[in-house]
């Protein structure tokens, strides 16, 4: 699985951006998918997940300001991430995985996202 992700990029605070991730490959529709960042010195840090199923979890600090969607049939799953603040500056990296499988673990290259105040 190859997965492609764009749509980061420079915002001020309070802006919105859209990032996109598009997995290619041998896919499966059983597969969930998530948005992570890391910020400099810092570790990585899940942001929001859906399942093939549609169920979403969120970090308690996007909740409210960031949704997480995605296109089965594109397979492509996007972060919409509005309000945003100085502190949500970060590399973004999209996730595609099998929960207990580990063999079925993929990440994308990462997008940087920066926020200016």
């Known amino acids: 699985v190859q997965l492609q992700a764009s749509g980061g990029g420079l915002v001020q605070d309070g802006g919105s951006l859209r990032l996109s991730c598009a997995a290619s490959?041998?896919?499966?529709?059983?597969?969930?998918m998530g948005w992570y960042r890391q910020a400099p010195g810092k570790e990585r840090e899940l942001v929001a997940r859906?399942?093939?199923?549609?169920?979403?979890n969120y970090a308690d600090s996007v909740k409210g300001r960031f949704t997480i969607s995605r296109d089965n049939a594109k397979n492509t799953v996007y972060l919409q991430m509005n309000s945003l603040k100085p502190e949500d500056t970060a590399v973004y990296y999209c996730?595609?995985?099998?929960?207990?499988?580990?063999?079925?673990?993929?990440w994308g290259q990462g997008t940087l996202v920066t926020v200016s105040s």
């Open positions: 859906i399942t093939s199923g549609g169920s979403t």
């Open positions: 996730r595609w995985y099998i929960t207990a499988m580990p063999e079925y673990d993929y």
């Open positions: 490959g041998s896919t499966f529709s059983i597969n969930a």
